[in-house]
């Protein structure tokens, strides 16, 4: 059983209102200093595949596919 | 500046609805050998601050009161 991890992250100049209500938010805590926040995901994904190679494929295509949209957002895969 | 990253995980053993759905959607993709998602949050963040310390302190101020729910998720906050 291999584990990874794929973090997905919103490509440079794509707009995250998420982000800037975060921003704004921790202002309002007093928590001072924060010039920028960017908001992704994460998915922490246990797999069974022969090799490293085939793993890292497999989480490819289910990034391509499924869990990040590629026209906005970049993805990394990571084996843990 | 300098550059964070706060990552955000369900803690073991609180169900993940969301990561039980992404599991059966890679099944039906024909994405085979998953077997188990968990869905997270991460966030980018640059912030002016003195030094590392006093930057991780912010950060972890800033994860205890908004970014994360302490009951049920674990974080983890990474200068980068």
């Excluded at 920028?36 to 596919?65: N, P, T």
């Amino acid at each position: 059983m291999m584990k990874a991890r794929v973090t997905v992250t919103l490509k440079t100049g794509v707009l995250d209102p998420q982000g800037k209500a975060i921003e704004g938010a921790l202002g309002s805590l007093g928590i001072e200093g924060v010039a920028s926040v960017r908001q992704g995901k994460v998915f922490d994904i246990e797999l069974d595949a022969g090799d490293e190679a085939s793993a890292k494929a497999a989480l490819e295509r289910a990034c391509e596919r499924l869990l990040a949209n590629t026209v906005i957002e970049n993805y990394r895969v990571e084996l843990v």
